[in-house]
């Protein structure tokens, strides 16, 4: 073989070496991003499960208030009924 194709056959292959050292740095680049992105990702999963563990006595807070509401009107009345009992109990006025 003459030196001309010995140098070209030892440059292509450095330049083949380079070229998948290069690639081989960038894959465990974007393994190690994916690795982060999947722990992240695991770490917002993880905390909007407790978000809505945490809320979802809120949805509740409504039907509640409107028993609330629903309670007081009845008390309400109960209090004027018990006050018009007393009245003709205790002699009419």
């Keep these: 073989m003459d030196p001309q194709t010995q140098q070209l056959w030892i440059i292509t292959l450095v330049v083949?070496?380079?070229v998948v050292l290069?690639?081989?740095v960038l894959l465990?680049?974007?393994v190690r991003t994916a690795?982060?992105?999947h722990r992240l990702v695991s770490e917002i999963w993880t905390?909007?499960?407790?978000i809505a563990?945490?809320?979802?006595?809120?949805?509740?807070?409504k039907d509640t208030n409107a028993y609330a509401?629903?309670?007081?009107g009845s008390a309400s009345e109960i209090a004027k009924s018990t006050s018009?009992?007393?009245q003709i109990a205790e002699g009419g006025r």
């Design 16 to 18: 083949a070496v380079v």
């Design 22 to 24: 290069v690639v081989a």
């Design 28 to 30: 465990e680049m974007i």
């Design 35 to 37: 690795r982060d992105i």
């Design 47 to 50: 905390g909007g499960k407790r």
């Design 53 to 61: 563990q945490n809320t979802v006595t809120l949805a509740f807070l």
């Design 69 to 72: 509401g629903m309670i007081l």
């Design 84 to 86: 018009r009992i007393r």
